[in-house]
């Protein structure tokens, strides 16, 4: 049914909530998964290569992290940095690799509390052409 699963992270609890189920779902399915990290244009000054570069560095760490969850039960990953506004570069690269689902965290490190969705997850859902999986984090 699913053969490729994006995990979009920005390095917070949900991603890591989403990585995990992500892996459950691809090891049932043998899918693969994509783990995707942008660097957000709306927060930071993305107009100096040199201000970028640690950004990516961080998004590096946080893939790294994430890769490493799959490694330990053999589910093919793939891993990507972009930079731009986090939903539209997910929606952007679902449709570029034909990703079958998405399956994220409800709130990334942006995100208010009270708030049911972040802003990100809740543009994906509204807009993407795949099913959303959305994982709350384990507080």
Known sequence: ???????????SASADAAMTEA??????????VHVLHVVNTRYYDTSIESAVEPLREDGQRYLD?????AEGVDVPT?????????GREILEYVGEHDIDLVVMGTRGR???RRRLLGSV???VVTHAGVPVYVVPAAD
């Open 1 to 11: 049914m699913y053969e490729r699963i994006l995990v979009p992270t920005d390095g």
């Open 23 to 32: 892996v459950t779902i691809a090891t049932e399915h043998g899918a693969a």
């Open 65 to 69: 992290r994430l890769v490493e969850v």
């Open 78 to 86: 793939e891993t990507a940095i972009e930079v731009g506004r986090p």
């Open 110 to 112: 942006g995100g208010l």
């Open 121 to 123: 997850a809740e543009h």
